[in-house]
C-alpha cells in the first residue's frame, strides 16, 4: 500500500481502503512524495492513534530497507533474511517506487539457491531434475567425475614414487584410505561452514583470523584422533615409530585440509565465483593429493627411510 507525505490521516485511510480491494494482504505501508520517491514506512498504530488532521509528514517513519528494481534474487533474499523482513519496496534508479516484493515471492528463489548450492557440493556442474535426459545428467555430472578421475591418477603417481617405502613397510599402504578419508572430511566440513557463512552474510573478522581459527580447531581434533590412532596401531603392530609417524601425518593431514577448506571458498568468493562449488569433489580431491602427499614424506621422515 503507498500512500503521500502530503495526505492527512483522513484522506489516508481513505485511499488505503482503495487499494486494500486490489491486494490481497497489506504488509506494509510505504510514504513517498509527490513524485514518488520512496521516503519511508508508516506505522499502522500511528496511523489509528493519530488525530485525522495530522499529516503524513509528521508521523511517518522516514528509514526504510529498500532494493533496486535491478538487484539480484538472491541478494534481495539475504537482504530479507538478514533483517527478518516480510515484505521489502521496490524502487527505480532515481527511487521512486515501483512495487515491492514479499516474503513468498522471495521463497522460491531461495529454493532454487539451495538446489543450486546442493547440486554443485555434489558435483552437479548444471541445473537439472531426476527426470531430465540421461544425455544431461551426464553432461552435469562428468565434468567433476572427470576431475575425480584426474586426482585419482595423481595420488596413484604420488603413491608410486615412495613404492620402495610401502614395500618395505606394508603396514603404510593399509592406512592410506584413513588419511584420505579424513583429509577429505575435514576440508569438506570446513568449506561447508564458510559456504553457509557466506551465503548468511554473518561471517566476521579477516581471513586472516579465520584461517588462524580453524588452524586451532583442526590442530585440537588432529591432536585428539591422532592419540587414538596412536594407541591403537602401537597396540595392533607394536611399532612405535610407525605409529608415530600415522600419527603425526594425521595431525598435518587435518590441518592443511582444515585451511584449504576455509581458504579455496573466501578465496573463489573473493573472485565473484560461487564458493559453494568448493565443497564437493575439489576440495575432496585436492585434500585426497595434498593429504596423502604429506602421509608419505611425514611418514618418510619419522622412519628415517
Known sequence: VKVRESWNVLTCVKEMRAQAENVTRVHSIYVVDDNDKLKGRLSLKDLLTTSTKSHISDIYIPKVDSVNVNEDPEEVAKIMSKYDLEAI????EIGRLVGRITIDDIVDVIKEEAEKDYQLAA???????????????????????FLGLVGGVGAAAIMGGFEDMIRDHAILFFFTPLIAAM????GVQSSAIIVQGLANDD????????????????????VILAAVLLLFTWAYKGEFLTAL?????????IIVAGLIGTFIPLFLD???IDPAIATGPFITTSNDIFGILIYFWIAKQVLGI
Open 89 to 92: 519496496p521496490v524502487v527505480d
Open 245 to 253: 609417524a600415522l600419527s603425526v601425518s594425521l595431525i598435518v593431514v
Open 123 to 145: 558435483g552437479i556442474s548444471q541445473d537439472v531434475e531426476a527426470d531430465d535426459s540421461i544425455w544431461d545428467l551426464t553432461r552435469a555430472r562428468l565434468p567433476w567425475l
Open 183 to 186: 583429509a577429505g572430511n575435514v
Open 270 to 272: 573473493k573472485r565473484g
Open 203 to 222: 561471517l566476521k573478522g579477516s581471513v586472516g583470523n579465520r584461517l588462524i581459527k580453524e588452524m586451532l580447531l583442526a590442530s585440537l581434533n588432529g
